[in-house]
């Protein structure tokens, strides 16, 4: 895929009215300070069209490969996020953590949004999904889950959102959807596999959660992601 900063700060060129957001980001691969001026600047070239999908990441090869601290992964996350809403919403920022401490730093132009570009989270655990909750605008749910998990997370995410008095018409559900149209179903089918196989390295993980065959059966499919609880739909479409 293609640098997700670089793509979005083309397609806010050529754009006027579409939002513009990543999914996701993840927090061990971009240090905080320069991912907050990166798009900072993105979300005033696009005139504050910016979201901004921020996960955690569960990979420990990408940990390593970055000399992330893959056992105090969560913290760092944690520090991170708030790294980033200081230096948005702060014309002179301060920080004092276990992996960044800084004083009066200033980041200036502020993003054109206010108070900060909305944050939607990804991730699956329970403590991610509740954190979506109290820390964020919204949740992306996994094109790797089912149907029926993804229903499960939602009310975690709902409930939590009810627990903390947030205006749920403020937050937003989606889900990532893998689709394959084609009324050859096994061709399909095949598709999605050999592209499981070599993304996720688990074939078989296809069938169970993406969507295939004819345009009605496919539509049929992703009313029922509707139907447990996405608010918005990421499509993946999977080609040859």
């Keep these: 895929s293609l640098e997700p900063i670089n793509l979005l700060s083309y397609l806010s060129a050529i754009t006027k009215d579409i939002r513009l957001g990543t999914a996701v980001i993840i927090a061990t691969t971009r240090n905080p300070f320069i991912l907050a001026k990166e798009l900072g600047t993105l979300d005033h070239l696009s005139g504050g069209r910016l979201i901004l999908g921020y996960a955690l990441g569960g990979?420990?090869?990408?940990?390593?490969?970055l000399g992330a601290p893959s056992e105090k992964r969560v913290r760092h996350f944690n520090e991170c996020l708030s790294v980033l809403e200081k230096l948005w919403t702060q014309e002179k920022a301060s920080f004092h953590g276990e992996f960044w401490d800084f004083e009066n730093i200033s980041m200036l132009p502020l993003p054109v949004q206010k108070p900060r570009p909305p944050i939607w989270f990804g991730g699956?655990?329970?403590?991610?999904?509740?954190?979506s909750a109290s820390r964020g605008e919204g949740w992306m749910g996994a094109g790797s889950t089912s149907t029926s998990q993804f229903r499960d997370h939602c009310q975690i995410v709902r409930s939590q959102l009810?627990?903390?008095g947030k205006d749920r018409s403020k937050f937003t559900i989606s889900k990532r959807v893998y689709v394959a149209v084609d009324d050859d179903e096994n061709r399909a089918l095949k598709r999605?596999?050999?592209w499981f196989g070599s993304h996720y390295g688990n074939r078989d993980l296809a069938e169970k959660v993406s969507v295939w065959g004819s345009a009605e059966k496919c539509i049929s499919g992703m009313q029922d992601v509707l139907d447990s609880g996405a608010e918005m739909l990421m499509f993946n479409p999977v080609f040859d």
């Design 192 to 194: 999605l596999t050999d």
């Design 59 to 65: 990979r420990p090869d990408t940990y390593s490969m």
């Design 162 to 164: 009810n627990r903390l």
């Design 124 to 131: 699956r655990h329970e403590a991610a999904l509740k954190r």
